[in-house]
């Protein structure tokens, strides 16, 4: 066999994805949000992009048909190149320093404050400083330093008069205080403690609770004859108190716990009912306008450097991508937000029973775009409909029960719904449940009712009966 060198032609298909598609890829995937932090990110570096103002468009206009200097001068227009720049730069000059004077308007000026709620720690230490308790300052103090954010004490108080040299009864007097605080539970050290210390806040509560706390496990595994033999009470009994203690905080800190962390949502797709029909709104508004800079257009098409000429060629060429990508996500966003709509329009006007199996593919099928493309379009997005605001893969919702006509969701809203109408008294086993769901044409397992009990957050058969 000879081996040798040789040259052959072939023609092949390829996919090159170019700067220009992973923007278009990354503009598409971007909410509402972090596409206004990606245009305003993309304008600091390209200086061809400029923001349009429809409003200060509309006042220039006006100003224009109104002086007579503009009149004056209609016929001869001035080029970039022919402006008197030093003059310009001395009339901003001055109009910021105008606009930026230290001495002027101070009665009109308001600072910027954005009030946050105190921390636990801050709660407790400002009670501690009004009442002025004669104890040491720094003992109380290193206390509340070890309080977890549900209000729990961290260290024993053998640690504590370690570390300040103190016998364990100065100690115990520091928490006492600590625990005397408000909110009532704080500085406990277990649930039961926590619990028994909020019990003045119950009024003319039985005089057996305090010794009902020593029984949470049981509570917690329906232990309830139990219970109620030790404590020589009826099983009744028990539940009223357990409804009592179920008023009660276990974790008083938590109130304080996370203050400045509230996350907002921003939709991205805004859906209105006018006159019967669904009107779609791509929420874009937090997003600038963007236009291509007149001056550098006409450097453009004036200047003939070669080097300048490329640069400023470069830069358009980016900037009307990005205008053209943003237009792209939000006609794409429009599309899919309609499909879904549509689709789920029975959902919209009856609830949650009957939102429809649905699929990436149904909604690429019907607008005609890869299933890619629509992952990509619903990512982390949200759209405010007339029943609340939805993550858009809420809607996508996998189809179960006989048929495929029912979906997860619509199980878990019928299964809510049979245990709220059941006998307290005699309510339903898993199983049965099963079967009445199999009547409505929902044929789940009673392996998959306890799954989904669960997941509702719904206690079991011996927890839910009432004696």
């Given amino acids: 066999m000879r081996i040798g060198y040789g040259l052959n032609l072939e023609q092949t298909q390829k996919l090159i994805m170019t700067p220009e598609l992973r923007q278009a890829i990354a503009v598409l995937q971007l909410s509402a949000l972090e596409l206004s932090g990606y245009v305003e990110q993309q304008m600091l570096e390209n200086p061809l992009l400029d923001v349009i103002d429809d409003s200060a468009d509309k006042s220039a206009d006006h100003t224009q048909e109104d002086s007579p200097a503009q009149e004056k001068n209609e016929g001869a227009e001035e080029g970039p190149w022919d402006m008197n720049w030093e003059e310009y730069f001395q009339h901003q000059e001055e109009r910021i320093s105008k606009e930026y004077d230290p001495d002027a308007g101070q009665s009109t000026r308001f600072e910027p404050f954005l009030a946050a709620g105190p921390s636990l720690q801050e709660h407790l230490l400002e009670q501690i400083h009004i009442q002025r308790v004669p104890m040491s300052q720094k003992l109380l103090e290193y206390i509340v330093g070890n309080l977890d954010d549900n209000g729990y004490l961290t260290l024993s108080l053998e640690e504590i008069g370690k570390q300040f040299q103190l016998p364990l009864e100065e100690v115990e007097k520091g928490l006492a205080v600590i625990q005397g605080l408000e909110p009532l539970g704080v500085g406990a050290r277990s649930l039961e403690e926590c619990l028994l210390l909020q019990l003045p806040l119950l009024a003319d509560y039985p005089p057996e609770l305090p010794e009902f706390l020593k029984y949470l496990e049981?509570?917690?595994?329906?232990?309830?004859?139990?219970?109620?033999?030790?404590?020589?009470?009826?099983?009744?009994?028990?539940?009223?108190?357990?409804?009592?203690?179920?008023?009660?905080?276990?974790?008083?800190?938590?109130?304080?716990?996370?203050?400045?962390?509230?996350?907002?949502?921003?939709?991205?797709?805004?859906?209105?009912?006018?006159?019967?029909?669904?009107?779609?709104?791509?929420?874009?508004?937090?997003?600038?306008?963007?236009?291509?800079?007149q001056v550098y257009r006409k450097a453009l098409s004036q200047n003939n450097e070669s080097e300048i000429r490329k640069f400023v060629e470069q830069k358009l060429n980016a900037a009307a991508w990005l205008i053209r990508s943003i237009e792209q996500r939000r006609l794409t966003l429009y599309k899919v937000a309609d499909a879904i709509i549509r689709r789920q329009e029975d959902f919209l006007r009856r609830g949650i029973r009957c939102l429809k199996p649905l699929n990436l593919k149904d909604i690429a099928e019907e607008i005609g775009v890869h299933e890619s493309t629509v992952s990509r379009a619903t990512a982390n997005k949200y759209i405010q409909t007339p029943r609340g605001i939805f993550e858009f893969k809420f809607f996508f919702a996998t189809g179960l029960g006989s048929e495929q006509g029912m979906t997860t969701e619509g199980i878990k809203q019928a299964l809510k719904e049979i245990i709220a109408a059941e006998d307290p008294k005699s309510p339903y086993s898993d199983q049965k449940l099963s079967e009445i769901l199999k009547e409505k044409n929902m044929e789940i397992s009673r392996r998959t009712v306890a799954k989904y009990r669960d997941e509702l957050g719904l206690p079991s058969t011996a927890l839910r009966k009432r004696y």
């Fill in 218 to 293: 049981d509570l917690a595994a329906g232990r309830l004859q139990r219970i109620a033999a030790q404590l020589k009470i009826t099983p009744s009994q028990v539940q009223d108190m357990a409804d009592l203690i179920r008023t009660l905080d276990p974790k008083p800190g938590r109130s304080f716990a996370g203050t400045g962390e509230v996350r907002y949502i921003v939709p991205d797709v805004v859906v209105e009912e006018v006159e019967g029909e669904y009107i779609i709104l791509v929420n874009d508004v937090t997003v600038p306008r963007l236009g291509i800079n």
